[in-house]
């Protein structure tokens, strides 16, 4: 339960200096020892297609999880929509499925700090085999599209896209944070931050993936 609460606060201190205001509203954490059972409750309360082992279901405001060995990293992702829950943001998928990953992704130390486990690896992501155009249709991609793509392809460029802003670019991460909450396009944001705007920043990205 300590690391739970520690990476909580982990989360809400980054929203807080992202968007100073997120969701506070009290959330139930249901956990299930038996997957037979996690998916009973799943298929009764939400009928999601896709398979799963963690979900957040916001119109009963309650993190639901399957706990096996990827539990506390489950329940972390998850606790991120929670705290997302009713803001604007929370509809662009690879913005808040990135950030779901990587918040989730820093793990307590015994000294005290966050350090970040590696999600995904490049040569799963195969970001270099997807062009501008592909990646910008990304950035506005609907839910039914998602459900259509693979992990790697889904999650795993999300968190690639998020990954690189946090560690390289934090300035422009809270500006697309805060530009998307209110609604408005991001891609003047990068038209104005690279010569090149999107096509210069997907470039950073293979790049930084690759390392």
Known sequence: MNEIRKRLTFQKN??????????TEPVTVKVFGDYADFSAYELNCCGMENITTAFFNGSKNEVVVFKNEEFIRS?????????????????????SEGLADLLASYKPSDEG??????MYFAQDLKLNEKSTKRLTRFLRIEEEDWNALSTYDAYGVAWALVNYLYREEPMLLRKVIQTLNLGKDIEPLFQKRYKKGLKDFFQLVRSYSEK
Do not use: D, N
């Open 75 to 95: 329940l972390s992702h998850e606790m991120s929509h929670a705290l997302l829950s009713g803001l604007p943001m929370e509809e662009h998928l690879w913005l």
């Open 113 to 118: 700090s966050f350090k970040a486990e590696r």
């Open 14 to 23: 980054f929203y807080r200096k992202q968007l100073v205001e997120f969701s």
